[in-house]
């Protein structure tokens, strides 16, 4: 299938690694060219050399907590690739532990950048974007159901599930499209720090598989082929979902 993403731009945040790099990995393999965000200089650099350098993919090393960083992105986009065509919203995940137990700071840290720094990135794209863009915003399985010790993740990502569907109802009549992806149990760093956090990995990843219709925990990439084809022009008339991308471990309708 021709997903038309042959020369279309799109900024990813959090992307230095994980789904978010796993995302710009299949956009590139398609044609598309990508700019990429992250905290870290050096991994930023090391991502953009992956995907060939300054001609598919060029970084900024950003925080989406600093209001000034979607704008950054999305002129980097058009001063150097000439135009943007969508987003993949991107954050890492909060810190573990319950709701109740959680502080008031992390709760607030975790606002601004998980939550806010979302909906802020979303508003300034779609602002820049015309008929066909699309952003997708990553939040995780907890926007439909709770995920034990991740307190804050459950607090706050069914409220983004919540915006990027407003969002999809104001932004539709300009033909711009907003989604959200839920990714399941996928062998990023931050899965395996979670695994690795209960004292004994290799169990805690038996128990998790075993709890997955398809017996086994995902890859990057097979959540990023589905977060391109979102995002591509072949998906055009798909807006203001959640899709999980989560091996059938999610048990709604």
């Known amino acids: 299938m021709d997903l038309g993403l042959t020369d279309r731009v799109y900024v990813l945040t959090g992307a230095s690694r994980g789904l978010g790099f796993a995302t710009a990995e299949c956009l590139v393999a398609d044609g598309a060219r990508v700019v990429l965000?992250?905290?870290a200089p050096e991994r930023v650099a090391e991502a953009v050399e992956r995907l060939g350098g300054p001609g598919h993919a060029i970084g900024l090393t950003a925080d989406l907590a600093d209001p000034e960083t979607p704008q950054r992105l999305v002129v980097a986009a058009w001063e150097h690739f000439g135009r943007l065509d969508g987003a993949l919203v991107s954050v890492g995940g909060p810190p573990r532990g319950t709701a109740a137990q959680a502080t008031d700071e992390?709760?607030?840290?975790?606002?601004e950048t998980v939550f806010l720094g979302s909906v802020r990135a979303a508003r300034t794209v779609a602002?820049?974007?015309t008929?066909?863009?699309?952003?997708?915003?990553?939040?995780?399985?907890?926007?439909?159901?709770p995920v034990p010790g991740l307190g804050i993740s459950n607090g706050l990502r069914p409220g983004l599930a919540g915006v990027a569907k407003d969002m999809a109802d104001e932004y539709g009549p300009r033909g711009v499209r907003v989604l959200g992806l839920l990714p399941g149990r996928i062998m990023t760093d931050r899965n395996r720090e979670l695994l690795?956090?209960?004292?004994?990995?290799e169990a805690?990843?038996?128990?998790?598989?075993?709890?997955?219709p398809l017996r086994r925990i995902g890859g990057p990439a097979e959540f990023g082929r589905v977060a391109a084809f979102l995002l591509s022009p072949a998906a055009s008339y798909v807006t203001g979902v959640t899709v999980p991308v989560d091996g059938g471990a999610l048990r709604g309708l």
């Open 204 to 212: 805690a990843r038996a128990e998790a598989e075993a709890g997955i």
């Open 127 to 129: 602002g820049a974007l």
């Open 131 to 145: 008929d066909g863009g699309a952003i997708g915003l990553v939040l995780s399985t907890s926007a439909r159901g």
């Open 196 to 201: 690795a956090a209960t004292g004994d990995a």
């Open 106 to 111: 992390q709760w607030r840290q975790s606002f």
């Open 37 to 39: 965000s992250a905290r």
